[in-house]
């Protein structure tokens, strides 16, 4: 039996010459869901079903709640053109969701809204549905200022359905120009605010939330994706090729050329002397060589992505040394020992380099050197970092981003003081034959030099080949800007500049340590911005002793989010009095059953949630041996499940592992 969903079929002749024939059919109950927007596909492929638009209350919670928060604080005033403009959308959540975003900045101009309910074609609860659609789409488009409109026509490089990096996204802006410079902010801040601004105004999806809820990347709608690719094709902005849809005509002046790769797609023949972006995207594991045509011969290009690509030995793309105009580079994956060509040093004018896939363990000084002070992403080698010597760290000192890299030396650490540009950093630390005193040194070096880095929003230190990371030591200056931070598998206790004066602002912490004090529970407590927090205790097997503390009535004011993983023993907060963690929505704890036995096993001792009135989960992990005898889990399971039965929201999930 088999349950099979093929999602927004626009043609008869997939379902006829390939779907069909590729599934079983028998008696055995399976069933296939198909979704389309065309009914004549629909009644063509079997029984029919018309999804219902949404009622007029869900219409109106989905428009109000996207616009005030909620429907109950929405003003009177405009209750008539509301009516209006939801009647016009017909129910559809996209055409609500569109229209409430173009509303959603201008929530105190009724004037406005009038022009908008104006301005929105009627009859999307008629047969011409995908007609008022793209009028209400285009509506958006055109509210937006100039600057916003060159950005979204942009995302039309990218296929249908792809996940597109929101950092990826941004430098690219910045690569092209489409970014300006205003007042002290970075650009990559600015183009950070172009990127929640069309999230704002749902023309893109948020995709792959982090666990504090921000997006590591978005998605366009296909509706938002066909409007996009037609004005972009329309204005001869995005040229795409390899689609099945799209072909290269001699008339077009080619600028931006994005290449949707597959077995059939031919590179080009046409010469493009004003193309100034390339982008390759390719299945996985395709070899191709990106020197037929050369690319070399497009002098003008500014950014050249070819992560899609793979090739058999990066030394061969020498030739990128001649695109001096180069802003944003993107290397391939390739099948040999990864070693830069060194004429990338020629590419002066370089901002973003992306080596994230390239397999690239070391930076050449002659490419460092060459690049020269407009360097400011770099992105190392995916897991296992970059080594950046500690010469070459002396002419990065522009870098915004610097993810993936290794610090090897004291001297490797001292130098990343000097990078006083920095807000994201992720490091990893690597000696090659660690001994006490250089491994205490190197961290000591690391530490001093975090306090310099006065504009770190971003931090994430990990190490290599599982030797433990002691941070202990005091920093220069508190970092006021850092927002999250990340220490995997710390050495001993809890550092101590993790604490209010030196992280005014801290909203995420993921943090490892192999020790814990009972007052390291009350120190996270007084982290008055922290929203987010996820500790883990891996004491060694033989200290097995569990215990509980209070916390304070104060403490953990605006936390949302709590994981505690305790893998020996430790301390863990157990009572939480009335006024602690009032925000506290989800919790996870992971224990050994053993850790809630006190009174000599006489008892259960477990957690007391009562006094969390925002409580909405709460995930309890339970790791047992397999002669862990059946009364000993039971217990557990009554005491939780009398905990989650207390409280109003009943929140609770159990999970047994052995």
Not at 108 to 137: A, P
Not at 579 to 584: D, F, I, T
Request: charged share 20%.
């Amino acid at each position: 039996m088999y349950l099979i969903v093929i999602d927004d079929i626009w043609d008869e002749e997939p379902w006829d010459k390939v779907i069909r024939h590729a599934l079983i059919e028998n008696n055995m109950r399976s069933r296939i869901i198909t979704t389309t927007r065309i009914i004549d596909v629909a009644e063509h492929i079997g029984g029919c079903y018309r999804l219902k638009p949404l009622s007029k209350e869900s219409s109106e919670m989905l428009f109000y709640g996207r616009i005030f928060g909620s429907k109950d604080i929405f003003p009177m005033q405009f209750s008539e053109v509301s009516k209006k403009i939801l009647k016009k959308c017909g129910g559809i959540p996209l055409a609500i969701i569109t229209a409430s975003g173009l509303l959603a900045n201008k929530s105190e101009n009724i004037k406005e809204w009038f022009k908008v309910c104006d301005s929105i074609g009627s009859g999307l609860g008629s047969n011409h549905v995908m007609d008022s659609m793209r009028k209400i789409l285009l509506l958006s488009y055109y509210d937006l200022p100039f600057h916003l409109k060159t950005c979204l026509l942009y995302l039309s490089i990218f296929p249908e359905d792809y996940a597109i990096s929101k950092t990826q996204l941004i430098w690219r802006w910045v690569a092209e120009g489409f970014v300006q410079q205003a007042g002290d902010q970075s650009l990559f801040e600015i183009g950070k605010s172009y990127f929640n601004e069309l999230l704002n105004r749902s023309l893109i999806q948020p995709a792959y939330m982090d666990r504090d809820g921000t997006p590591r990347a978005c998605r366009v709608h296909d509706a938002v994706l066909d409007l996009v690719i037609s004005l972009s094709i329309k204005e001869q902005f995005i040229t795409i090729l390899g689609d099945g849809k799209h072909s290269l005509e001699s008339k077009y002046q080619v600028r931006w050329l994005s290449l949707l790769h597959n077995n059939n797609t031919a590179w080009p023949s046409m010469k493009m002397p004003k193309l100034r972006s390339l982008t390759i995207f390719k299945p996985t594991g395709v070899v191709i060589d990106p020197m037929t045509p050369s690319i070399s011969c497009y002098h003008l290009l500014r950014v050249l992505d070819l992560q899609g690509c793979n090739v058999e030995d990066l030394a061969s793309l020498g030739f990128v040394g001649s695109l001096t105009h180069l802003r944003y580079l993107g290397l391939p994956s390739s099948s040999t020992n990864a070693k830069l060509p060194v004429e990338m040093g020629k590419l002066r004018f370089l901002q973003t380099l992306d080596l994230s896939k390239a397999g690239v363990k070391e930076m050449p000084s002659s490419v460092i050197t060459g690049l020269g002070g407009q360097l400011m992403c770099l992105r190392g080698q995916n897991g296992l970092g970059t080594d950046l010597s500690s010469d070459l760290l002396e002419n990065l000192t522009s870098l915004e981003l610097l993810e993936s890299a290794t610090v090897t030396s004291k001297c490797t650490a001292e130098k990343l003081g000097r990078m006083t540009q920095l807000r994201v950093l992720s490091v990893i630390i690597r000696l090659s034959t660690p001994d006490d005193e250089e491994w205490s040194a190197c961290t000591n070096a690391l530490v001093e030099s975090l306090g310099k880095l006065t504009r770190i929003e971003s931090l994430q230190i990990h190490h290599h080949r599982f030797y433990p990371i002691d941070l202990e030591g005091s920093m220069a200056e508190p970092l006021e800007n850092l927002c999250r931070l990340v220490c995997i598998d710390l050495a001993t206790l809890l550092p101590g500049w993790i604490q209010p004066a030196s992280l005014p602002i801290l909203s995420y912490l993921e943090i490892d340590v192999r020790d814990e004090r009972r007052e390291d529970i009350k120190v996270l407590g007084t982290l008055s911005c922290l929203r987010h927090l996820v500790f883990r205790v891996r004491l060694a097997p033989e200290l097995q002793v569990l215990e509980r503390c209070v916390v304070g009535p104060d403490a953990f004011p605006c936390l949302v989010s709590c994981e505690f993983h305790v893998r020996g023993g430790g301390v863990v907060p157990g009572i939480f009095p009335r006024g602690a963690m009032p925000r506290l929505q989800n919790f996870k704890f992971s224990v050994k059953p053993e850790h809630f036995w006190s009174g000599g096993g006489s008892t259960v001792d477990v957690l007391v949630l009562g006094h969390l009135p925002s409580l909405r989960s709460v995930t309890v992990t339970l790791g047992f041996l397999h002669n862990r005898e059946d009364d000993t889990i039971k217990s557990v399971r009554e005491k939780l499940e009398h905990e989650a039965a207390a409280h109003p929201n009943h929140p609770l999930r159990i999970l047994f592992t052995s």
